[in-house]
């Protein structure tokens, strides 16, 4: 199976393009779920800090920066969010924003990133199963109207789930599916990601597997599910004083 590089060098270049300072930027999506294919875009995801002058002026700076491109052959994708923007999203059962701060595959790191990967723990709740289960739900939704289904979306689907799973299980966020697929082995996991890894983008599966999956998926989610129940991670999270201090740091108010 074929793993492809992150090319960090381009990927910086990317990120240093916005007109904000960086806090951190890291790479999601394929990449770092570990099915990344020869044509699969890298998605770039950040935080960047907006100087006191555009938050307290008539003239507002942006609190989201979108930019796709492509570059070097290469299909990109950045979407960073303002400090205070994201520490917010980082208080609400959002997975998704926690695994951009944790993932190792870091373009663009500062002393303010280190303090946010060690406040990330104190925002997991027991709550973020439900980030989850609605991201399963979407995913499978969006499979079963595909005609034929593609292999993409079932590892996404996959994915989330098992995330899930291991984050009420054991409080510890991983977002790579070989990794979990190696702590909770599903048998059918390895020929389909080396189907995507080695193949495109739209690699599909037939109705009959489809089936099956349908019931992989049923019995996923009411496992994750059953985990939430029996979880020890708290219902609120922890981390809002220490946010909200280093949220004054990085503006420079102290």
Request: hydrophobic share 40%; with cysteine.
């Amino acid at each position: 199976m074929i793993e492809y590089p992150v090319p960090l060098e381009l990927l910086r270049s990317v990120a240093a393009s916005q007109p904000y300072p960086l806090v951190f930027a890291t790479v999601s999506g394929a990449h770092l779920y570990g099915f990344a294919s020869a044509d699969s875009d890298f998605d770039l995801r950040g935080v960047h800090y907006l100087p006191l002058r555009l938050l307290v002026g008539l003239v507002s700076g942006e609190e989201t920066i979108e930019v796709s491109r492509i570059q070097d052959g290469l299909e990109l994708d950045l979407v960073t969010h303002d400090a205070a923007k994201f520490f917010r999203l980082l208080l609400r059962p959002n997975g998704y924003v926690l695994e951009q701060v944790l993932s190792p595959l870091i373009v663009y790191r500062t002393p303010w990133h280190d303090r946010l990967m060690e406040i990330a723990p104190a925002c997991l709740t027991k709550h973020h199963a439900h980030h989850y289960l609605g991201f399963a739900r979407n995913q499978w939704t969006l499979l079963s109207k595909e005609s034929p289904p593609r292999i993409k979306p079932l590892l996404y689907l996959y994915r989330v789930l098992l995330t899930g799973i291991h984050l009420m299980k054991s409080g510890e966020l991983e977002a790579n599916l070989r990794t979990l697929n190696a702590l909770y082995p599903l048998p059918y996991l390895p020929e389909l990601i080396a189907r995507k890894v080695d193949g495109s983008e739209h690699e599909t599966l037939t109705m009959a597997d489809l089936d099956f999956h349908q019931r992989e998926y049923q019995r996923l989610m009411a496992e994750l599910e059953s985990a939430q129940g029996e979880s020890t991670l708290p219902d609120e999270p922890e981390a809002h004083d220490a946010l909200h201090a280093l949220l004054l740091e990085i503006r420079g108010v102290y």
